[in-house]
């Protein structure tokens, strides 16, 4: 099986702008769950989507918004772009029942200048 | 507030034995994960303890006491290729969010 792709891999913005982040999970895969990575915060999370629903978010500004498709593909938004919204962002995919392993993307690096 | 503390960075040499320590403080717990992040790369699952005890996979095992929130994951023969950043995480409720630890750099070396 393919793994969890994202894409772009690497964006440069400026602040202002948004963008948006595309996450395809493991087919068969119905939960999505998004990452921020930073060197200061560490791994934190964003929000996680299950069968087009959002079911659980994270301690974030209502900048970051996301969806989930019906074929269980996922993006997440980024509006008015901020210097500290730099950071990898990992989404991560399972099954879908809780406490399942969650598998990895190889993340989009974003660069917010 | 939940919050996870293990050790920042940790130095071993090539076949020798390593424990990393997480201890945590959370409501509603479920379990414990170790995941391995190479320099650039994606995180990567290790192990998952959801009862007290050691589980081993290989060389790593991991080990959870829930009576005192504390876990460790433990790497034995070590090799230079798990030279990493290795993070716990809990997870607990009716979803998949996890709860990242700040990360343990681990250098082997030669």
């Known amino acids: 099986k393919a793994g969890v792709t994202q894409t772009p891999r690497y964006l440069i913005k400026t602040r202002g702008q948004q963008v948006t982040l595309s996450c395809s999970p493991i087919?068969?895969?119905?939960?999505v769950s998004w990452y921020q990575q930073t060197p200061g915060q560490g791994l934190q999370f964003l929000f996680e989507y299950f069968s087009e629903t959002q079911r659980n978010k994270g301690n974030f500004p209502g900048r970051f918004s996301g969806r989930q498709f019906s074929n269980s593909r996922s993006e997440m938004n980024v509006s008015t772009l901020e210097l500290g919204d730099s950071a990898l962002y990992l989404c991560?995919?399972?099954?879908?029942?809780?406490?399942?392993?969650?598998?990895f993307g190889p993340g989009t690096r974003l660069l917010v200048l | 507030g939940q919050s996870l503390e293990q050790p920042s960075e940790v130095t071993a040499v090539e076949g020798a034995i390593v424990q990393i320590n997480c201890t945590y403080q959370?409501?509603?717990?479920?379990?414990l994960s170790w995941y391995q992040q190479h320099d650039g790369g994606a995180p990567t699952f290790l192990s998952y303890n959801a009862l007290d005890g050691l589980e081993e996979t290989g060389r790593f095992s991991s080990f959870l006491s829930r009576s005192d929130s504390y876990g460790y994951l433990l790497l034995q023969e070590l090799q230079m290729k798990d030279s990493a950043s290795y993070f716990c995480a809990v997870s607990g409720g009716a979803t998949n969010k996890l709860i990242f630890g700040t990360g343990t750099l681990l250098a082997v070396q030669p």
């Open positions: 991560a995919s399972s099954l879908g029942a809780a406490q399942e392993t969650q598998y």
């Open positions: 959370t409501s509603g717990f479920y379990g």
């Open positions: 087919s068969g895969h119905r939960s």
